[in-house]
């Protein structure tokens, strides 16, 4: 079984910033995080669930929505076990309930599953308010 929890949402001001983490737990040994496929998804109230941006924790190589390029950023630190995003110049329709999400790779996997939205495991989120 493989745990996704997500921190680092908030009420901020439009024009700030903030940085999502997401840690990974798991008893399986069938799942690496080291080599595994990271993802953050978001959903506003009343909308669809959309990608924000991927990354395969084996290589690095990063997958974007176009829409999320400017103003976002994937990363993450296979020591901690952790997914970050990084948010800048928060816009009023950036409010939304933030979801990060876990798979296996490898990256060509990677891509597939998250232009598909197609992962194993989902947290729980967390909720990102901008006012202006």
């Known amino acids: 079984q493989v745990q996704v929890v997500e921190s680092g949402g908030g009420s901020v001001q439009a024009g700030g910033s903030l940085r999502l983490s997401c840690t990974v737990s798991t008893s399986s040994s069938g799942y690496a995080y080291s080599r595994s496929c990271m993802a953050w998804f978001r959903q506003a109230s009343g909308k669809e669930r959309e990608g924000i941006a991927a990354?395969?924790?084996?290589?690095?190589?990063?997958y974007y929505n176009d829409s999320a390029k400017d103003r976002f950023t994937i990363s993450q630190d296979n020591a901690k076990r952790t997914l970050y995003l990084q948010i800048n110049s928060l816009k009023p329709e950036d409010t939304a309930m933030y979801y990060c999400a876990a798979d296996y790779g490898p990256s060509d996997v990677c891509g597939r599953s998250f232009f598909s939205a197609d992962f194993r495991w989902w947290g729980q989120g967390t909720q990102v308010t901008v006012s202006s």
């Open positions: 990354i395969y924790t084996g290589g690095g190589t990063t």
